[in-house]
């Protein structure tokens, strides 16, 4: 079964540096689907970016973009010019590429932004 | 505007009442899924269902059930809650029109069983 690991069950921030947000995942496929969402505090959670796993290419959001290292299996956000709006729980997720199974999530990783 | 829509958002019951929390979507998503989060803390899921009269249970099926007679409402039933029932409980729903299956959530629907 894929599971999805982030290490750093906290983080924090100084307002407009840059933070990176990691996660490793484990899986025997060679194609699936990469996510990562922000969920603010007593807010919905959002979908922040995704990836595909045969693009090689890094996905990039405004000020949010990812490391993709397949080999790794690593699947790390990076938040750039950090904000007070980017304190939240981000979670990793993982999806097969067939779609017959449920995105699995990482336990989350709580980032604080310090004004 | 298409939503996706969780009510009510707040309840506190007593122990042994039987509790629905109802989801409803407006996107026409096909996948829709139930999740329980203790707050600031991981995922479970709990129930998933890819189209009408399909449901799967997840991880954690809490003695719950669901039912999806229309592709838009989604609900979940605790037939007899506890105090362990207590959390925060979010609906989502995906797309197969997308490649990514990528999943919308609601707002949630936070749970006090006393």
């Known amino acids: 079964a894929q599971t999805v690991t982030q290490s750093q069950p906290e983080m924090s921030v100084q307002e407009a540096e840059t933070v990176t947000l990691s996660c490793t995942y484990d899986?025997?496929?060679?194609?699936?689907?990469l996510f990562w969402y922000k969920q603010p505090p007593s807010r919905q959670m959002i979908l922040v970016i995704r990836q595909e796993a045969y693009k090689q290419q890094n996905a990039t959001e405004n000020r949010f973009s990812v490391n993709f290292q397949k080999a790794a299996k690593s699947f790390s956000l990076k938040i750039s010019d950090s904000q007070l709006g980017d304190a939240a729980m981000y979670f990793c997720?993982?999806?097969?590429?067939?779609?017959?199974?449920?995105?699995?999530f990482g336990k989350g990783t709580r980032l604080s932004v310090i004004a | 505007e298409a939503d996706i829509y969780q009510t009510p958002r707040y309840l506190v019951i007593g122990t042994g009442k039987k509790i629905t929390l109802e989801c409803s979507q407006t996107?026409?998503?096909?996948?829709m899924y139930w999740y329980q989060q203790d707050p600031g803390m991981e995922l479970h899921l709990i129930h998933y269902?890819?189209?009408?009269?399909?449901?799967e249970k997840g991880d954690l099926s809490s003695e719950s059930t669901v039912s999806r007679i229309r592709t838009e409402h989604f609900p979940l039933t605790l037939e007899s809650a506890r105090p362990s029932h207590t959390s925060q409980y979010l609906c989502?729903?995906?797309?197969?029109?997308?490649?990514?299956?990528?999943?919308?959530f609601g707002p949630g629907t936070r749970l006090t069983v006393t």
């Open positions: 997720a993982y999806r097969t590429y067939s779609g017959n199974t449920p995105l699995v």
């Open positions: 899986t025997s496929e060679s194609d699936y689907y």
């Open positions: 996107m026409g998503h096909d996948k």
């Open positions: 989502a729903s995906s797309p197969l029109s997308s490649i990514f299956h990528e999943q919308y």
């Open positions: 269902s890819y189209g009408v009269n399909s449901t």
